[in-house]
C-alpha cells in the first residue's frame, strides 16, 4: 500500500514563531488532506490540497504532486495550534479511503 | 450543518459484551468511513461505504466486527465479543462525490474502553 511519512515526529515552539511540516507520499494520489487533531481528539481540516498552493489565515499548504510531497506553514504560532497535525492521502485508483501519516506533535510554549 | 454525528462519545464496557457504534453522516453526503485510531497503529481504516453499499471492509480486522448502512443517514459498527485489544477512538467521516472536492469530515468520536 502507499507509504505516508511526516517529518519531524516532534515539534516544540515558542509562541510566534514559524514553522514547516512535511509529508512524503509513495504514490500518485488524487486526494490529500491535513488534520489538526486538538488536544480534546477532535480531527479538524485544515486543507484539502491534492496539488497547488492555499493559504488560511496563518496556515498555509502545498503539494507539489509530480514529487509526491505536501508541507504545511504555520506562522506566527499559538499555543492553541498545539496538538497532532496528520497528513492523509487517496491513492489516485478511485479507492476513496485515506491513509495517514503518523503525524506531528507540535507544543506550542507560551 | 450539524457536522458529523457520533453516539455514544465514550463507551466503556466489558470483556465479551456487545458493543454498538453509532453515526449520523452529514446530509447529501454519499460516502461514509470508519476509521480506528490506537497508539500502536495510527489512524487506520476500517470499511466505507457508497450510497450506503460497502466498497471496502479490509480494514475490519475479523468476524467480530461488523458495520452496516441501512439508509442514507446512519450507520453502526458492532463489536461482538469485544476485546481489550478493541480499545480505541473509532472516527466516523463522510464526503460527497462529484462537487471537485473529496474532502472527508470527521465525527468528534468513540472513544471504547474494554475491561
Known amino acids: 500500500g502507499i507509504q505516508v511519512e511526516q517529518s519531524p515526529p516532534d515539534l516544540i515552539l515558542q509562541e510566534g514563531a514559524n514553522s514547516t511540516l512535511r509529508c512524503n507520499f509513495s504514490d500518485s494520489v488524487n486526494n490529500l488532506q491535513w488534520f489538526h487533531q486538538n488536544p480534546w481528539g477532535q480531527l479538524i481540516n485544515l486543507f484539502y490540497i491534492p496539488s497547488g498552493t492555499k493559504q488560511n489565515g496563518r496556515l498555509s499548504a502545498t503539494t507539489v504532486a509530480t514529487e509526491r510531497y505536501s508541507l504545511l506553514y504555520i506562522s506566527s504560532s499559538q499555543t492553541t495550534d498545539s496538538g497532532v497535525y496528520f497528513c492523509a492521502v487517496a491513492l489516485d485508483t478511485g479507492r476513496r479511503a485515506l491513509t495517514f501519516g503518523s503525524g506531528t506533535r507540535l507544543q506550542v510554549q507560551p | 450543518d450539524a457536522g458529523v454525528i457520533q453516539s455514544p462519545r465514550h463507551e466503556v464496557t466489558e470483556m465479551g459484551q456487545e458493543v454498538t457504534l453509532r453515526c449520523k453522516p452529514i446530509?447529501?453526503?454519499?460516502?461514509l468511513f470508519w476509521y480506528r485510531q490506537t497508539m500502536m497503529r495510527g489512524l487506520e481504516l476500517l470499511i466505507y461505504?457508497?450510497?450506503?453499499?460497502?466498497?471496502?471492509d479490509s480494514g475490519m480486522p475479523e468476524d467480530r466486527f461488523s458495520a452496516k448502512m441501512p439508509n442514507a443517514s446512519f450507520s453502526t459498527l458492532k463489536i461482538q465479543p469485544s476485546e481489550p485489544r478493541d480499545s480505541a477512538v473509532y472516527f466516523c467521516?463522510?464526503?460527497?462525490?462529484?462537487?471537485?472536492?473529496?474532502?472527508?469530515?470527521f465525527g468528534p468520536g468513540t472513544r471504547l474502553t474494554v475491561l
Open positions: 446530509s447529501g453526503h454519499d460516502y
Open positions: 461505504f457508497n450510497n450506503n453499499v460497502p466498497i471496502d
Open positions: 467521516a463522510s464526503t460527497h462525490s462529484g462537487r471537485g472536492t473529496d474532502t472527508q469530515y
